[in-house]
């Protein structure tokens, strides 16, 4: 028995989660550092410190633990394609969007995250301090997690919307059924009184 398109788009939607979860699962992780650069009125240099030897260690990440999180990465977005090669007219702004924050939240950790990691180990950080460049890669942390909350809020409105669509062509084809049962039910009434005249 094949899948139908719409149990592909359901696979879709649970890749897209499994992607968007794990990436924010793996960046909240910094918020033990980056909520002081960036929150704590009384942080210290020693809180900078503790953030740049934090970001010089994800450097030296191992390459396989790198690709996995690519892998995982990768598979969010073959779910978003899979959502968006036949969207529902109504709901495929909302699919793009989806789609379109993924690729934004990639593209944070590409220009910004990733390159911050490496000045933390060239020490060069351009026209900025380096504590100013330690708090522009806090930033860039907090601007993909909320991009990938944004992917997940949209994917559970889908869902929604999708649900509550299902519940209302439930009781629409339940009052159809219960309404034609009524006629027939009306009918052969007529037809026995018929015959009894």
């Not at 992780?29 to 240099?45: C, I, K, M, P």
């Not at 220009?111 to 000045?119: A, F, Q, S, Y």
Request: charged residues 15%; glycine residues 8%.
């Amino acid at each position: 028995m094949g899948l139908s398109y719409k149990d592909v788009t359901a696979v879709g939607t649970g890749l897209i989660l499994i992607g968007a979860s794990f990436i924010m699962g793996v960046f909240f992780a910094n918020q033990t550092y980056d909520y002081n650069l960036l929150f704590n009125s009384e942080a210290t240099q020693e809180h900078f410190d503790n953030a740049l030897k934090h970001y010089q260690t994800l450097f030296y990440t191992a390459p396989a633990v790198r690709y996995i999180l690519l892998g995982v990465a990768s598979i969010g977005l073959i779910g978003g394609l899979i959502r968006v090669y036949k969207p529902n007219p109504d709901l495929q702004l909302f699919e793009y969007c989806s789609l379109g924050l993924y690729v934004f939240g990639i593209c944070v950790f590409i220009t910004n995250i990733k390159t911050g990691i490496e000045c933390s180990i060239t020490r060069n950080w351009g026209e900025v301090t380096e504590n100013q460049g330690l708090a522009v890669i806090a930033s860039s942390n907090i601007i993909l997690l909320l991009l990938f909350t944004g992917v997940i809020v949209l994917q559970a409105g889908l869902w929604y919307t999708r649900w509550e669509h299902e519940q209302r062509l439930q009781k629409f084809y339940a009052e159809e059924a219960a309404a034609q049962t009524h006629n027939a039910t009306e009918k052969q009434n007529k037809k026995q009184d018929k015959k009894k005249d």
